[in-house]
């Protein structure tokens, strides 16, 4: 029991991440129906720019965790939406009319670029980061294996469901989330009643990169190592929770993302650790047998 409790939170925490960066996901999706697959690369610049935040900090002798945390948070959520809107901007805008597949191709390309403009400017190395944040409560303690649950698990926990619910209220009762609505009701229709498209997709792409921003940070927190592939593998498993969730709900990212966490560390602690992938897309496919929009998607209804 004690071991499935330590499995469950590391679960959770593992999840959190996957749901913050298939949040970015769904929302892109939602409003031009594109799947951004560079969306991944942008959780990996994240991490980088966090590391280099927390290494510039030493540097200066600023030490003190909690000021140093909240000074990473703030400039990495600062810098990591601009690479998000040079991405729309550069790369996807010019394609808006095109064809699906040719905004699919180019997105995997940014993808590969990406990639390849970190290494190129980090290196191939992986990079490793000392904990920041230690210590944490054992919540019980039987036949010589503590359960614990550490400070950084906490905040990463309460961090991602106030922002998950912080960005659903803006969707909902914002002027923003009324013009990302009516733009993934009707692009057009919306343009013409006076929405500007061009900035709503923008900011949506802003919105997605930020919440990538923390999903880097706490995973670099976590983990204490990152490389410049990080991104692909998150992204896949992220975009996996997304469609399993339904691709176009915020809720239904992020229980996606905590399934696919807690699918990922149960069976890297009870079975074989080489299939975990095997299992999670196993159990996508399941889903989306018997229930294709995912777990709280709707189906696409088209008036003719």
Not at 24 to 51: D, K, P, Q, R, W
Request: proline share 3%.
């Amino acid at each position: 029991m004690d071991y499935f409790v330590q499995q469950l939170i590391n679960g959770l925490t593992l999840g959190a991440v996957y749901g913050l960066i298939a949040i970015g996901y769904t929302l892109v999706y939602g409003i031009i129906g594109m799947i951004n697959f560079a969306h991944g690369e942008i959780f990996m610049i994240s991490a980088f720019i966090s590391l280099i935040t927390f290494l510039v900090l030493g540097a200066f002798g600023i030490t003190w965790a909690p000021l140093a945390l909240v000074i990473a948070l703030l400039f990495t959520m600062a810098l990591t939406p601009i690479y998000g809107w040079a991405l729309e901007r550069m790369a996807y805008r010019p394609l808006r009319g095109s064809p699906r597949l040719a905004a699919l191709i180019t997105a995997i390309g940014m993808s590969i670029f990406l990639q390849n403009y970190v290494q190129l400017l980090q290196g191939a190395r992986i990079k490793p980061m000392q904990p920041v944040i230690t210590g944490g409560f054992e919540l019980m303690k039987t036949s010589g294996f503590g359960v614990t649950l550490s400070y950084l698990q906490i905040i990463i926990i309460v961090l991602t469901f106030f922002l998950m619910a912080a960005f659903s209220l803006i969707i909902s009762r914002t002027s923003l989330g009324r013009a990302q609505r009516a733009c993934e009701q009707d692009m057009t229709m919306a343009g013409l009643l006076g929405v500007n498209v061009d900035r709503t997709i923008s900011l949506t792409f802003v919105m997605g990169a930020a919440l990538a921003s923390v999903a880097g940070l706490i995973f670099l927190l976590n983990y204490g190592v990152i490389d410049f592939y990080i991104g692909f593998l998150a992204g896949i498993k992220a975009f996996t929770a997304a469609v399993l969730g339904g691709i176009g709900s915020l809720p239904g990212a992020m229980i996606g993302g905590l399934l696919i966490g807690l699918i990922e560390v149960f069976w890297s602690g009870y079975f074989s650790i080489e299939y975990k992938d095997v299992a999670t897309f196993s159990i996508l496919v399941l889903v989306l047998i018997f229930r294709p929009t995912g777990l709280l998607g709707k189906p696409d209804i088209e008036k003719v």
